[in-house]
């Protein structure tokens, strides 16, 4: 069994050997505790107790394979090798491990292999998105940062460190100096806080990681007594573990997440669930508060706890533990849940102590030059060939047309057209008469071309007083202002709103069609046509302007006739109608008469006859001796005799 060393109480005669390792330390990466594997076929193992998808990796007895297999290293290397991909060594792994803001396992208890494999998922998406550190030199590859800092010792000994334990931004070249430092007592030791909240579980201890000063006294030399046994490193001053109910089993994530996604839920474990949030966070911030003067006499502040849990201890008023804080750290290695059992908080406390003895720790190996050099290469040719940078390409060339700033008259003018379009478009004559009396002559005639910054593709004023089918304006535009008719519409160009016009010129070809084709309404075009009867001599009206005909007095007055004529015809028509609907009626109260004659007389004739109390009708007596079917027939008919009759009477009372 290899000799384990406290990361604050190193041999001296170890120390003063130590340099650090410049592959491994001139990094900016994390985590491994133990170096990284020699990748090659002769450490390739294939027995029982080895694991061929995690390179060969071997096992001492059965209990460490089957712990192996659970692993998230191994579910990982399983994953990554279905889809294609080639497996990693634990220290790789681990590295992609520190590319995650919290743990493999932050969010899921040992029994939720679910959300574990889930995790694992998302760390095979994320495998591509690791931050690479920058190498100096140019085409080398980019090698991953490591979480620990390894240091060597000849002939064949190498220590590792956590990187998290010196202070932040160190230099690589510190690194032996800073770790020195560590090795001297300081007067009540070194102490550490570590809090550690997932799924309402929450565990926090305040550790004394390094004995006091005063507890290094050297033994003198002419003493009797046995010396006493040397106190731990590691004591635990101060801890607290409690539960509350904020996560629904099986399902994963807290209630405010939940409540944040999907809106708030009105369940009553919901509202169970609200408040344990509530009082797990007022009991951390309570206890933080108790642990105050020890907190601020502690060296680090080990947190584990995700994005939303972090805001627990940070970032609120009268917080003890500042968001800024250089001496907040994160654990650089997976994590289990705190978890409680039977209502006891054992596991709580079991990980605490694991997460601590891991930090405090220094990893120990045993390789000998040769085989640090052939890791060394066997690790660089793993490492992903650089890309090639694209050649920049130069924006000197291309420039972007500048906006063109308008003076003041061309924003008047333009507002000036946009006044005219509008009031033609709506239809306000008498404000348009004022506006052309004033601005006749900035605006160019009533025959301009309309300009194209306006985006209207119509050419002249008539065209668009046409199209919105106000015939006023048109009639105005026409007689007063004299418009041209005969503009034609730009080629090309068809109206979406022409499609359901009711234009008789539709099928006419874009580059032919005049305002008279863009007229939606019978009435604008009876404008233009009168227009062109009363002064045919102002432009060629049945040519160039595509109006059919001339519409004068005369043929308003013959139409108006024809129309007059129509309705009379109808009238009479309906007269007739009305005519023979009443000598219908009137055959069938008729022949309603005679038939109610008969039974009438048949019922005098069997007066005689026994009679039933109350008597009888005339009508039940017809029916007498008849089917059901008959009868029915015979109600019918009945029925409808008096419908007729009845409606006779009332065309007779409104005559």
Same mark, same amino acid.
């Given at each position: 069994?290899?000799?384990?060393?406290?990361?604050?109480?190193?041999?001296?005669?170890?120390?003063?050997?130590?340099?650090?390792?410049?592959?491994?330390?001139?990094?900016?990466?994390?985590?491994?505790?133990?170096?990284?594997?020699?990748?090659?076929?002769?450490?390739?193992?294939?027995?029982?107790?080895?694991?061929?998808?995690?390179?060969?990796?071997?096992?001492?007895?059965?209990?460490?394979?089957?712990?192996?297999?659970?692993?998230?290293?191994?579910?990982?290397?399983?994953?990554?090798?279905?889809?294609?991909?080639?497996?990693?060594?634990?220290?790789?792994?681990?590295?992609?491990?520190?590319?995650?803001?919290?743990?493999?396992?932050?969010?899921?208890?040992?029994?939720?292999?679910?959300?574990?494999?889930?995790?694992?998922?998302?760390?095979?998406?994320?495998?591509?998105?690791?931050?690479?550190?920058?190498?100096?030199?140019?085409?080398?590859?980019?090698?991953?940062?490591?979480?620990?800092?390894?240091?060597?010792?000849?002939?064949?000994?190498?220590?590792?460190?956590?990187?998290?334990?010196?202070?932040?931004?160190?230099?690589?070249?510190?690194?032996?100096?800073?770790?020195?430092?560590?090795?001297?007592?300081?007067?009540?030791?070194?102490?550490?806080?570590?809090?550690?909240?997932?799924?309402?579980?929450?565990?926090?201890?305040?550790?004394?990681?390094?004995?006091?000063?005063?507890?290094?006294?050297?033994?003198?030399?002419?003493?009797?007594?046995?010396?006493?046994?040397?106190?731990?490193?590691?004591?635990?001053?101060?801890?607290?573990?409690?539960?509350?109910?904020?996560?629904?089993?099986?399902?994963?994530?807290?209630?405010?997440?939940?409540?944040?996604?999907?809106?708030?839920?009105?369940?009553?474990?919901?509202?169970?669930?609200?408040?344990?949030?509530?009082?797990?966070?007022?009991?951390?911030?309570?206890?933080?508060?108790?642990?105050?003067?020890?907190?601020?006499?502690?060296?680090?502040?080990?947190?584990?706890?995700?994005?939303?849990?972090?805001?627990?201890?940070?970032?609120?008023?009268?917080?003890?533990?500042?968001?800024?804080?250089?001496?907040?750290?994160?654990?650089?290695?997976?994590?289990?849940?705190?978890?409680?059992?039977?209502?006891?908080?054992?596991?709580?406390?079991?990980?605490?102590?694991?997460?601590?003895?891991?930090?405090?720790?220094?990893?120990?190996?045993?390789?000998?030059?040769?085989?640090?050099?052939?890791?060394?290469?066997?690790?660089?040719?793993?490492?992903?060939?650089?890309?090639?940078?694209?050649?920049?390409?130069?924006?000197?060339?291309?420039?972007?047309?500048?906006?063109?700033?308008?003076?003041?008259?061309?924003?008047?003018?333009?507002?000036?057209?946009?006044?005219?379009?509008?009031?033609?478009?709506?239809?306000?004559?008498?404000?348009?008469?004022?506006?052309?009396?004033?601005? @006749? %002559?900035?605006?160019? !005639? /009533?025959?301009?071309?309309? &300009?194209?910054? #306006?985006?209207?593709?119509?050419? +002249?004023?008539? $065209?668009?007083?046409?199209?919105?089918?106000?015939?006023?304006?048109?009639?105005?535009?026409?007689?007063?202002?004299?418009?041209?008719?005969?503009?034609?519409?730009?080629?090309?160009?068809?109206?979406?709103?022409?499609?359901?016009?009711?234009?008789?010129?539709?099928?006419?070809?874009?580059?032919?069609?005049?305002?008279?084709?863009?007229?939606?309404?019978?009435?604008?075009?009876?404008?233009?046509?009168?227009?062109?009867?009363?002064?045919?001599?102002?432009?060629?009206?049945?040519?160039?302007?595509?109006?059919?005909?001339?519409?004068?007095?005369?043929?308003?007055?013959?139409?108006?006739?024809?129309?007059?004529?129509?309705?009379?015809?109808?009238?009479?028509?309906?007269?007739?109608?009305?005519?023979?609907?009443?000598?219908?009626?009137?055959? @069938? %109260?008729?022949?309603? !008469? /005679?038939?109610?004659?008969? &039974?009438?007389? #048949?019922?005098?004739?069997?007066? +005689?006859?026994? $009679?039933?109390?109350?008597?009888?009708?005339?009508?039940?007596?017809?029916?007498?001796?008849?089917?059901?079917?008959?009868?029915?027939?015979?109600?019918?008919?009945?029925?409808?005799?008096?419908?007729?009759?009845?409606?006779?009477?009332?065309?007779?009372?409104?005559?």
């Amino acid at each position: 069994m290899s000799q384990r060393y406290h990361v604050f109480s190193l041999p001296l005669d170890l120390f003063d050997t130590l340099t650090p390792r410049n592959l491994v330390t001139n990094q900016t990466a994390r985590h491994d505790p133990s170096p990284p594997p020699v990748v090659t076929k002769e450490q390739t193992s294939t027995s029982a107790r080895s694991c061929n998808v995690c390179l060969g990796t071997a096992f001492a007895d059965v209990d460490d394979q089957r712990s192996h297999f659970r692993s998230d290293w191994h579910r990982y290397n399983v994953k990554i090798r279905l889809k294609g991909g080639d497996p990693v060594s634990e220290l790789v792994f681990a590295q992609l491990v520190e590319g995650l803001e919290d743990s493999l396992s932050g969010s899921a208890s040992e029994d939720e292999s679910a959300d574990e494999s889930d995790t694992v998922d998302t760390l095979v998406t994320r495998v591509k998105r690791n931050v690479l550190s920058d190498i100096a030199e140019e085409g080398t590859p980019k090698v991953p940062a490591s979480a620990i800092i390894w240091f060597h010792s000849p002939p064949a000994t190498q220590i590792g460190i956590y990187r998290m334990l010196f202070p932040l931004e160190t230099p690589s070249a510190a690194y032996l100096s800073e770790l020195r430092e560590m090795q001297m007592p300081i007067e009540g030791g070194r102490k550490w806080a570590m809090f550690m909240v997932a799924g309402g579980h929450f565990a926090g201890a305040i550790v004394r990681v390094s004995r006091a000063a005063e507890e290094e006294a050297p033994v003198p030399a002419n003493a009797r007594k046995k010396p006493p046994k040397p106190k731990s490193e590691t004591i635990v001053m101060k801890h607290k573990t409690f539960h509350r109910y904020t996560t629904r089993r099986k399902q994963g994530g807290s209630q405010s997440t939940n409540d944040n996604s999907k809106g708030a839920a009105i369940s009553a474990g919901a509202m169970l669930r609200r408040y344990g949030e509530q009082a797990l966070r007022d009991d951390i911030r309570g206890l933080l508060q108790d642990w105050a003067e020890d907190i601020s006499e502690c060296e680090r502040i080990w947190i584990r706890a995700s994005v939303s849990n972090r805001r627990i201890f940070l970032d609120y008023e009268g917080c003890v533990i500042n968001k800024g804080d250089d001496r907040l750290r994160t654990f650089p290695f997976p994590t289990r849940r705190p978890v409680s059992l039977f209502g006891l908080h054992v596991l709580t406390q079991s990980e605490l102590s694991r997460c601590l003895l891991e930090l405090t720790q220094v990893k120990i190996s045993h390789l000998t030059e040769e085989d640090l050099h052939v890791q060394d290469e066997a690790f660089l040719a793993s490492l992903p060939k650089p890309k090639p940078q694209p050649t920049p390409v130069s924006t000197t060339d291309i420039t972007k047309p500048k906006p063109q700033r308008l003076t003041k008259e061309e924003e008047i003018y333009r507002e000036k057209w946009s006044r005219l379009l509008d009031m033609i478009t709506k239809g306000r004559l008498d404000p348009l008469k004022s506006f052309w009396e004033r601005e @006749a %002559e900035s605006i160019g !005639g /009533v025959n301009v071309a309309i &300009p194209e910054w #306006t985006g209207d593709r119509r050419v +002249s004023l008539l $065209q668009v007083a046409a199209q919105s089918g106000h015939e006023e304006i048109v009639r105005w535009l026409l007689y007063d202002l004299r418009a041209d008719p005969t503009i034609p519409v730009l080629a090309g160009w068809i109206k979406a709103e022409d499609a359901g016009g009711e234009s008789d010129m539709s099928d006419v070809p874009s580059s032919r069609r005049t305002a008279y084709d863009l007229a939606r309404s019978r009435a604008v075009r009876d404008v233009l046509r009168r227009c062109a009867a009363d002064h045919p001599d102002w432009w060629d009206w049945f040519g160039a302007a595509r109006v059919p005909s001339g519409l004068s007095k005369e043929k308003e007055e013959e139409r108006e006739d024809k129309r007059k004529q129509r309705r009379k015809g109808l009238k009479e028509r309906m007269r007739e109608r009305e005519a023979h609907e009443m000598l219908r009626s009137t055959a @069938a %109260e008729e022949a309603s !008469g /005679v038939m109610t004659s008969e &039974p009438s007389k #048949t019922q005098t004739e069997s007066r +005689s006859g026994p $009679q039933r109390l109350g008597g009888s009708s005339g009508a039940a007596d017809g029916v007498v001796g008849l089917t059901a079917e008959m009868k029915a027939k015979v109600e019918r008919e009945r029925r409808a005799r008096a419908a007729e009759t009845r409606l006779t009477l009332l065309s007779g009372q409104r005559r």
